[in-house]
Structures are given as structure tokens and as C-alpha cells.
């Protein structure tokens, strides 16, 4: 099994950490956007269908 010779720094943890966490604040904001325009109905890129209450099976 595989072991790493020497311990990671502290700051190049923290840099990852920072990267990761970038990264998901990055893909909230985008799905948050995207909920925003698909609410305010003036998405162009995104394809849904209203649902009718007659529809309903």
C-alpha cells in the first residue's frame, strides 16, 4: 500500500481546501442564476414545461 513519504505544508492543504471550496461556491452561484431566470421565465437556454393541472394523470 501506497504511503506519502513526507507530510503535506500546511499552506499547500489550505490551498486546496480554498480551490475545492471556490469551486462549489462557484457551481451555487450558477444554479442559483439559472433558478433565478428559469423563475423569472426568461431563460434561453434551458428547457422545461409548464405543467397543467389537466396533464396530471
Keep these: ?9 500546511k499552506s499547500k492543504s489550505k490551498s486546496r481546501k480554498s480551490h475545492w471550496l471556490n469551486k462549489a461556491v462557484g457551481a451555487s452561484q450558477k444554479a442559483l442564476s ?15 414545461y409548464k405543467s397543467n393541472n389537466n396533464d396530471v394523470n
Design 34 to 48: 439559472l433558478a433565478k431566470s428559469v423563475v423569472s421565465l426568461k431563460s434561453n437556454n434551458f428547457i422545461y
Design 1 to 9: 500500500m501506497a504511503v506519502p513519504k513526507k507530510r503535506t505544508s
